[in-house]
């Protein structure tokens, strides 16, 4: 009965820990997004940037506790699964945080390389408000184990691909009418890159929350195979 309870303590704080780690990376993600249309962006970029090792320390040691509950235990059932599905979103909350910091480099090169004509023609207000959305609903999904919330990202994914493709064709236009700008305007581009990115890593986040709660591995499957649309 003690080894059952220490066990369950020691999953309750992994719970914790993984919550802990995926408000670092939503405010970090909050903070890339903030700064994307922000002319006096250099100090909070260079903050974001050098602050990464946060996020990388956490996950490791998420990591770790997930392991060796798994040695000292060996869970089987729900329990393994949810140790399973803890690592690999806590990868995925990792990776989410480096496209944070993608995001703040990319706004720097643009200062940098910008002229005095540059015009950032893309709008990402709501393509970066749809990525946290869909980072915090995958998030909620997790703690509420809530398979059916999870299924709502794959909706959404879809949007923010959208917003990729008009982001694309509305930079390879403005190209013929900034020539000068090319290396600022692909930057930009590339932001809407890393957004749809984020989309791609919430939307995986889902997947795990999904086997979770129904056991079901479905990583493979089309989206309309998913949702039932």
Same mark, same amino acid.
């Given at each position: 009965?003690?080894?059952?309870?220490?066990?369950? &303590?020691?999953?309750?704080?992994?719970?914790?820990?993984?919550?802990?780690? *995926?408000? +670092?990376?939503?405010?970090?993600?909050?903070?890339?997004? +903030?700064?994307?249309?922000? =002319?006096? =962006?250099?100090?909070?970029?260079?903050?974001?940037?050098?602050?990464?090792?946060?996020?990388?320390?956490?996950?490791?040691?998420?990591?770790?506790?997930?392991?060796?509950?798994? $040695?000292?235990?060996?869970?089987?059932?729900?329990?393994?699964?949810?140790?399973?599905?803890?690592?690999?979103?806590?990868?995925?909350?990792?990776?989410?945080?480096?496209? @944070?910091?993608?995001?703040?480099? &990319?706004?720097?090169?643009?200062?940098?390389?910008?002229?005095?004509?540059?015009?950032?023609?893309?709008? #990402?207000?709501? +393509?970066?408000?749809?990525?946290? @959305?869909?980072?915090?609903?995958?998030?909620? $999904?997790?703690?509420?184990?809530?398979?059916?919330?999870?299924?709502?990202?794959?909706? +959404?994914?879809?949007?923010?691909?959208?917003?990729?493709?008009? $982001? #694309?064709?509305?930079?390879?236009?403005?190209?013929?009418?900034?020539? *000068?700008?090319?290396?600022?305007?692909?930057?930009? #581009?590339?932001?809407? &890159?890393?957004?749809?990115?984020?989309?791609?890593?919430?939307?995986?986040? $889902?997947?795990?929350?999904? #086997?979770?709660?129904? *056991?079901?591995?479905? &990583?493979?499957?089309?989206?309309?195979?998913?949702?039932?649309?």
């Amino acid at each position: 009965m003690a080894r059952h309870m220490f066990f369950h &303590r020691e999953i309750d704080k992994i719970k914790r820990m993984i919550l802990e780690l *995926g408000i +670092m990376v939503e405010e970090r993600l909050r903070r890339a997004c +903030m700064i994307i249309h922000d =002319t006096d =962006t250099e100090a909070e970029a260079e903050e974001l940037i050098n602050s990464d090792w946060q996020v990388d320390d956490m996950e490791v040691r998420v990591e770790e506790e997930c392991l060796k509950l798994m $040695a000292l235990h060996q869970p089987v059932a729900r329990d393994l699964r949810l140790l399973v599905v803890i690592i690999k979103i806590n990868n995925e909350l990792e990776r989410i945080a480096d496209i @944070a910091v993608n995001i703040a480099k &990319r706004v720097q090169t643009i200062n940098k390389k910008k002229d005095e004509n540059f015009a950032p023609i893309v709008d #990402y207000g709501p +393509m970066a408000a749809k990525a946290l @959305a869909m980072l915090k609903i995958s998030l909620n $999904a997790l703690v509420t184990e809530d398979g059916e919330l999870a299924r709502q990202l794959f909706f +959404m994914d879809e949007e923010v691909n959208d917003l990729r493709d008009k $982001a #694309y064709q509305s930079v390879v236009a403005e190209i013929q009418e900034q020539p *000068g700008n090319t290396a600022s305007l692909l930057n930009l #581009y590339l932001i809407a &890159r890393h957004l749809e990115r984020v989309g791609d890593r919430a939307k995986n986040i $889902a997947e795990e929350v999904i #086997y979770l709660v129904d *056991g079901e591995i479905i &990583r493979n499957l089309d989206d309309t195979d998913i949702t039932g649309r």
